[in-house]
């Protein structure tokens, strides 16, 4: 959950992390927008922990031989989504980050 805060209510010790706007133009002209925040100016044990860290990835490769063992067994695979990990951090009590709007925010 996020809210906004006044500057005034900021700690001054902390570091403000600033973000961006992606935006790519979708076949029928509409924009996709994305919210991000400006990661390179973590630091590691401020921001973030890098041993609590994970990325699931998956290689085209593996997902083609699984598929390929799927058909050739007739097993039954099902659909599975994955959230990302972004959507679903989670802070410790007392924990905040605090990040500055993107420029054209109103």
């Known amino acids: 959950m996020w809210k906004p805060v006044p500057k005034s209510e900021v700690p001054e010790d902390t570091k403000v992390l600033t973000s961006t706007w992606a935006m790519k133009p979708k076949a029928n002209g509409i924009k996709r927008t994305r919210f991000n925040a400006r990661g390179f100016?973590?630091?590691d044990g401020l921001h973030y922990n890098s041993q609590d860290l994970s990325a699931p990835v998956v290689n085209d490769m593996t997902v083609r031989i699984v598929m390929t063992l799927i058909i050739m067994a007739s097993w039954i695979a099902e659909l599975l989504?994955?959230?990302g990990a972004f959507?679903?951090?989670?802070?410790?009590?007392g924990e905040h980050l605090f990040m500055n709007d993107p420029q054209g925010f109103t």
Do not use: A
């Not at 959507?87 to 009590?93: A, E, V």
């Open 87 to 93: 959507l679903n951090g989670r802070f410790q009590n």
């Open 41 to 43: 100016e973590q630091v």
């Open 81 to 83: 989504g994955v959230p």
